[in-house]
């Protein structure tokens, strides 16, 4: 056992898997895939594939094609965090965004943007049922964000998450989501599409939990990851972002700025939905996606920064996307 760990930790700069053009086809349809792996020893390689993601802009394309994200959050106690991971995914460049919530926050959360679809349909008896037919339609679906811990919604969430499974449909886990899936490892345990955990310092270790290990943070990763499978992504949120999947530790820094405003993390999770989407259409492994996300968030933070200062919040970050975009990821 502490063999096969000790070589999951062996680290890389990069290590990129990329998928087959007939397993795409295979997402798209929604048959199971699984990766053909490529090898990759720099970071400038995965610097130039996030600049390689967005889709051109070109008058063949119709709505949708740049993306579907569904995210799943919101509650009476949390408006904001929603409603962050939503336009931040539409800023980014996804074309439609759909907000599953419960019926009590939606009012609230659609009167901050015209261009949300909100669906309060979370805590409907009839939940499952009414969703699945929206899930068709999604290339990637975040959970988690200003969800709650409800046990009642944490049950519809689950039920969310298998008929995902069923589906194929790649993840993106946020926030409760975080705190449901440190509690259910199943939930997530040889899932067939990628899927992306985006843990705190403090979510990582309530994630991991009694994992085998030495203790230090690597050996804890590679144990957590052995046990859910490979294509399960850590991207865990510190001073220095590190995106962590078998064998392969990638590290974000730069940028950002002293102030730790809430909602960041919101932003992190729309930015990356997007990504994904668009990485998984480019042929690429979610690691690509996550350095793309992290790069945009401390970009995006430090922009923001220098206009506000100290009085800056997450609600000063989202006019600064369009900009921060332009400089790293707009193809020239």
């Given at each position: 056992m502490m063999f096969i760990i000790s070589l999951l930790k062996s680290k890389f700069s990069v290590n990129i898997p990329k998928f087959s053009h007939n397993n795409l086809k295979k997402i798209r349809t929604g048959l199971f895939y699984c990766y053909r792996c490529t090898m990759s020893n720099k970071t400038e390689d995965i610097i130039e594939k996030t600049k390689q993601l967005a889709p051109r802009l070109t008058n063949d394309k119709h709505k949708g094609q740049a993306g579907r994200i569904g995210?799943?959050?919101?509650?009476?106690e949390f408006t904001g965090a929603p409603y962050f991971a939503s336009i931040s995914s539409l800023k980014v460049g996804a074309d439609?965004?759909?907000?599953?919530t419960n019926k009590e926050p939606a009012t609230v959360i659609k009167s901050y943007s015209p261009e949300l679809m909100v669906l309060p349909i979370l805590n409907d008896p009839e939940a499952i049922k009414k969703i699945e037919p929206w899930l068709e339609r999604l290339h990637v679906v975040v959970i988690g964000p200003g969800l709650g811990r409800n046990d009642q919604t944490f049950e519809v969430i689950t039920k969310v998450i298998e008929t995902c499974r069923q589906k194929q449909k790649p993840l993106v886990i946020d926030a409760d989501g975080l705190f449901l899936i440190a509690q259910r490892h199943d939930l997530i345990k040889n899932y067939p599409a990628p899927v992306v955990l985006t843990p705190n310092v403090m979510e990582f270790n309530r994630l991991v939990g009694d994992t085998p290990g030495d203790g230090s943070k690597q050996e804890k990763a590679?144990?957590?990851?052995?046990e859910v499978g490979s294509n399960v992504t850590l991207l865990c949120k510190?001073?220095?972002?590190e995106i962590i999947s078998r064998g392969t530790t990638v590290k974000v820094s730069g940028g950002g700025s002293g102030r730790r405003c809430g909602g960041q993390g919101d932003i992190l999770a729309g930015s990356l939905s997007t990504f994904l989407a668009?990485?998984?259409?480019?042929?690429?492994?979610?690691?690509v996606a996550c350095y793309a996300a992290c790069r945009m968030v401390r970009d995006l933070n430090s922009k923001?920064?220098?206009k506000y200062g100290r009085s800056m919040t997450a609600t000063d970050m989202i006019p600064e996307i369009h900009e921060v975009f332009e400089e790293n990821f707009e193809r020239k």
């Open positions: 995210v799943f959050g919101g509650s009476i439609l965004v759909y907000l599953f590679a144990a957590f990851l052995m510190d001073h220095e972002d668009w990485s998984i259409m480019a042929d690429y492994a979610p690691n923001a920064f220098v």
